[in-house]
């Protein structure tokens, strides 16, 4: 597929009826972590998966990313089976950010965020294929995440945050159609954390990027999706808007604590905070 001409007429990603199991060599019949999931993400939007740990949230992007491969159901890329498409297709479309960013290679963030581009250059054979718009394409992604100063640092020799804003960036530099974001603020400070929200809304608008994070934060979550997917026990429990899902009985019911709901003082978008 040519990730120029993807039909807009598609869901960015169609999840179908998806069971997943992680295989055991105890256990004959693992139990599953997915369990027939169906969601549709439409092209264009920002979407937010939420749950309790364990829920199966990185599981689902992993399915997403085609990292892992689903034992039943289907996983449609616009339109197109998951599963017959190359892995450099789905790298031209579809950027990755995990949970877990352990980088044991010593590159610079430089370095790392120019390999953002790689897939575009694929069946180069590895011969010299960074030319100045790669390289403007990172330092624009570099700025972005705020990095430009840790650009010939060692990824190894970064903080937790700087290393995640590094991947982020790796991840827009590779002009993706979908960026798939788990706990993305996780390590982040507050300043961060905000211009995190801001670079995702402000790609999403530009480019019509559509963006599907896995975040504890809910209301971060709640600022800045359009559409909220809860799951429990690898269980669909709510979909629907901020206001549909960000909701006390229905957090109260999945989390197992009282929470209170009332609104954000600007955007109006429903915000949580425990009775503590
Ligand atoms: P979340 O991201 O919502 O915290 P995960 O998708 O990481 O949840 O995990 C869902 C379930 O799958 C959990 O019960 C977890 O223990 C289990 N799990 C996660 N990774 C593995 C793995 N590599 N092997 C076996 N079980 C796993
Ligand atoms: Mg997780």
Redesign the pocket.
């Known amino acids: 597929m040519n990730s120029e001409e993807y039909p807009v007429t598609f869901p960015a990603l169609s999840v179908q009826n998806v069971t997943y199991r ?1 295989q ?1 060599r105890f256990a004959k019949n693992p139990e599953a ?1 997915i369990t027939e999931l169906s969601y549709t993400i439409e092209a264009g939007s920002i979407v937010g998966i939420l ?10 992007l992993k399915l997403l990313a085609r990292v892992f491969t689903k034992q039943e159901g289907s996983i449609e890329l616009f339109g197109q089976n998951i599963e017959q498409l190359s892995q450099a297709d789905i790298a031209r479309i579809v950027a990755f950010v995990p ?1 877990e960013t352990q980088q044991v290679f010593p590159f610079t963030i430089g370095e790392m965020v120019l390999m953002g581009r790689f897939p575009h250059h694929a069946g180069l054979g590895g011969c010299h294929w960074e030319d100045p718009e790669d390289l403007a394409i990172a330092q624009s992604a570099m700025q972005d995440l705020d990095v430009v100063h840790l650009a010939d640092r060692l990824i190894t020799d970064v903080s937790g945050g700087e290393r995640q804003r590094a991947i982020i960036a790796r991840a827009l530099a590779q002009h993706p159609k979908i960026l798939l974001l788990d706990e993305p603020t996780a390590f982040l400070d507050l300043h961060h954390q905000l211009d995190i929200a801001r670079i995702l809304r402000r790609l999403n608008q530009d480019r019509g990027l559509t963006v599907v994070l ?1 975040s504890h934060d809910l209301n971060l979550a709640s600022q800045s999706c359009d559409q909220l997917l809860l ?1 429990d026990h ?1 269980q669909m429990v709510k979909r629907g808007t901020p206001e549909e899902v960000i909701m006390p009985d229905v957090l109260e019911q999945v989390y197992g604590c009282a929470v209170l709901v009332d609104r954000h003082p600007q955007s109006g978008m429903p915000r949580v905070s425990l009775p503590v």
């Open positions: 992680y055991s972590v749950g309790p740990n364990g829920s199966g949230k990185s599981t689902l949970q896995v799951l690898g």
